[in-house]
């Protein structure tokens, strides 16, 4: 039996952004490549009709799904949208920031190119300087205009436009898919955060590890690989059970799912669209089926110290008409907005390209949540062995 104890401090704070286009493809060089999928899977052509025999996510699922198989990672960067393209205006703390050296580069499958804020590298690799908030509130902050392509390009292939945004530690790679949040173009998205600690404890109390940084700590196959194939500088639970998922794909459909980690080299990703129906098939099974052996704490350990961020979240309409003269004098968007005829409303494409980013904290205090043992094993036996 265990008991909680939580202590409230106040210290300077950190946090890393990531941000990311929900439109993985740029379609002012990705047109091409597009066309040459569709022909391939005898699709028809998407500027003449509406696919109303593919769904959106079929689509979507096998263009993503065809640029993981088809391309390198640096083919695969040219197709997205780049950091240059996409930055209008930026600062933390009211200091501008520096598009060169303040945001690293991840390729992430569902999002194509994001970009991380203060994560403590410069893109070369090298350490950098970690940033920190001193005060807290919405004016000490970190504050971004996103320009998320112009609106022509943008609703082929996805339901929505905006950006996909995580806000997460240093010590963590975020798992975008599932721990991000969408933001809107046409809107200011103000974000206020607070940060938490848990630590429980490890063994005899719970089967938890942990020293979750090292190789070492753990036995499991997955678990290591995890260190020793991926990469990885912290274990989370959550990609090692993803693992366990890819190897039931991968028995299943002989080829990979490409939305998760590969540890097996050179096994094909599935993309045809054969192979995508048995991974969604595959993933039903491996879910719903009871019979089906799922990874347990011994293939795949809870982490027993672990970081979260309590959101809170509001909008308002962006950006006013004030607002909008300062970014068609400040920035290059004039350049990047398509007019088709003289009757276009410039304002209106801009609201719908376009994007704030306000990320806060909401006060400066950490909660940190210790386990602590309720009885001691010493205490135990005396209770035990008393009168």
Known sequence: ???????????????????????????????KYIDQVFAKNNFPDFRNVTLLDRTPE????LLKASV???MTLDQRKQLSFSLDYMYLTCSFNDI????????????????????TFNSGRFPNGSAAPIRKISEAGSDRSFRMDIFLGDDKFQNDFIPNS???????NQSNTPIISSEGFDISTGYQTNIGIKRSFLYKLDAPYSTCIKESDSADSHP???????????????????????????????????CIDGSLSNIYGSTK????????????????????????????????????????????????????????????ARTTINYR????????AQENQVIKSTALLNVFYDDLSTTYINEVPAITSDSLLGVIGGD
């Open 337 to 344: 907005i398509t007019l088709d005829n003289v009757s276009d």
């Open 269 to 328: 990703v599935c993309a045809s669209i054969d192979d995508l129906k048995c991974v969604t098939q595959s993933r039903k099974d491996y879910y719903q089926n009871e019979d089906q052996e799922k990874c347990g704490e011994e293939k795949c350990p809870l982490e027993c110290d672990s970081v979260s961020y309590q959101l809170s979240t509001s909008n308002s309409r962006y950006p006013s008409l004030y607002y909008l003269r300062y970014l068609k």
């Open 58 to 61: 079929e689509v979507s699922n």
């Open 162 to 168: 905006g950006a996909r945004i995580v806000i997460h």
């Open 68 to 70: 993981v198989s088809d």
């Open 1 to 31: 039996m265990q008991i909680a104890l939580i202590l409230i401090l106040v210290n300077w704070l950190i946090k890393q952004v990531t941000f990311c286009n929900l439109n993985f493809l740029d379609r002012r060089f990705a047109n």
């Open 96 to 115: 501008p920031c520096n598009i060169n050296d303040d945001f690293v580069h991840t390729y992430d499958y569902n999002y194509g190119n994001c970009f």
């Open 220 to 254: 499991s196959n997955y678990y290591k690989k995890m260190f020793t194939i991926l990469n990885m500088t912290n274990y989370r639970q959550e990609n090692c059970l993803k693992l366990c998922l890819q190897d039931y794909i991968k028995f299943v459909c002989k």
